[in-house]
């Protein structure tokens, strides 16, 4: 998905031990620690990136974290510090804000960001409470058509619904459990904005309705709400159906049939450029439609989730060749959006069109604090096993590289974190 509109001190080594056992030996049923963060005087350390964070700040951070755990590498902890303190005590998070300052009514808190926050937040041991922190305030302002908008009581979208779904998941929730006063769940919403197949664009998702009702394919929104639709987060594994998608016609549809509708559509829309294209920005000098890299990279990680990873290869092999300027421009997020687009396919990030992704991702905030050896890259063909986990909690090898990183001597300080209400 695009952008849109948008600490620690010691610990003893008896904490230390209990962060490095093996997740066999941790009582999933008591509640995890949650560390402290120390507040720095420099609001951006432990940021990835150099550009203005004020719309992207924790969604970068964010994705960053979701790419490098798949890639076994282990945050430091400045930069898992940073993304704590961008978190109120409401539990919401902004796009961006001072921590020197306490959240006011003024904090311009917001869906997408406290979303993409809590599936980062999910893949940080110790980190529990502040990721149900976040869970409890995205349900306190869901819609009551069962949807989010980008704001907290504005009108429900497919994409901040998809990402808050994401969110839900990734911390274990029933997804059909969450319903609004009204009683409708997020799937409710998202099936209310898919075009219908036998028409225009059927199969796609449309952002919102017009003014009056009517949908419009969107691809950014197609992309996100299949995702949604599958009750999946932004790193979601992969595997092949063994058929091509069809689009299915008719009232009372399931929503898998509502996602693979929506996968019907993006492999429409990949086969004839190999990507997905984007209006062209004012100032550019033309008016033909421009490659649109971020949302194509969105579209593999939908069509791999869905089970149409042989459709989403060629994209990657396209991404593969064009997208490296665009990377380098654009920074963390995009890096990690083509690391998860990698990983869904079966292709190597660590060598992506001769490329290494980890390491440019890395590079981009505060050196890691393990990187763990990987096992062998599956292949397009074999990596459905493997991948088709991802979206059960923390992989075995994050564990292995926390291990690594308090065996180097870094600690956590352990401390309950009060689930206020209001400022901090």
């Known amino acids: 998905m695009t952008v849109r509109r948008s600490a620690a001190a010691l610990a003893s080594t008896a904490v230390l031990m209990a962060f490095a056992a093996p997740a066999a030996l941790a009582d999933s049923s008591s509640p995890s620690p949650s560390v402290s963060p120390t507040v720095p005087s420099d609001p951006h350390a432990g940021l990835y990136g150099t550009s203005d964070p004020t719309y992207d700040g924790v969604w970068r951070q964010s994705l960053a974290f979701l790419a490098q755990k798949i890639e076994y590498v282990t945050p430091s902890v400045e930069a898992v510090n940073w993304l ?9 998070f902004a796009s961006y804000r001072d921590f020197r300052k306490p959240c006011d009514a003024k904090t311009m808190t917001d869906t997408n960001a406290t979303a993409a926050a809590v599936q980062a937040l999910a893949e940080l041991t110790g980190e529990k409470t502040a990721m149900e922190n976040g869970i409890d305030w995205l349900a306190s302002v869901q819609n009551d058509d ?8 504005s009108p429900s979208d497919a994409n901040s619904t998809a990402i808050v779904v994401g969110a839900f998941a990734r911390a274990g929730k029933k997804l059909p459990d969450v319903t609004s006063p009204a009683g409708h769940t997020p799937y409710d919403l998202l099936r209310g904005l898919a075009l219908p197949c036998g028409g225009k664009d059927g199969g796609a998702f449309a952002y919102q309705p017009d003014k009056k009702g009517a949908l419009a394919a ?29 689009c299915a016609t008719g009232t009372g549809l399931t929503t898998e049939q509502v996602a693979q509708n929506g996968a019907y559509w993006l492999t429409g829309a990949l086969a004839a450029a190999g990507h997905l294209d984007q209006a062209p920005m004012p100032g550019a000098g033309t008016t033909d439609p421009q490659p649109d890299f971020g949302n194509t990279a969105d579209a593999v990680v939908a069509l791999a989730a869905s089970g149409h990873r042989d459709k989403a290869v060629p994209a990657v092999t396209w991404l593969e060749k064009n997208s490296g300027a665009w990377a380098k421009q654009s920074g ?3 890096y990690a959006q083509l690391i998860l687009a990698a990983h869904a396919t079966g292709t190597d990030a660590r060598h992506f069109g001769g490329t290494d992704l980890v390491a440019l991702l890395n590079a981009t905030g505060p050196a890691p604090a393990a990187t ?18 991802d979206d059960s909690g923390v992989g075995v090898w994050w564990l292995v590289g926390v291990g690594l990183a308090f065996g180097a001597g870094i600690g956590f300080l352990l401390s309950n974190r009060r689930k206020d209400k209001g400022g901090r």
């Open 372 to 389: 763990a050896i990987p096992s062998p890259t599956p292949t397009p063909a074999s990596a459905s096993s493997a991948a088709s986990d």
């Open 146 to 153: 069962g949807g989010w908008g980008y704001s907290a009581g």
């Open 332 to 334: 963390p997020a995009a």
């Open 218 to 246: 969107n691809a950014d929104a197609t992309a996100a709400a299949v995702l949604g639709t599958l009750g999946k987060g932004l790193a979601a594994g992969s595997y092949n159906a063994g058929k091509a998608p069809a």
């Open 84 to 92: 704590k303190l961008q978190q109120c005590d409401s539990g919401a």
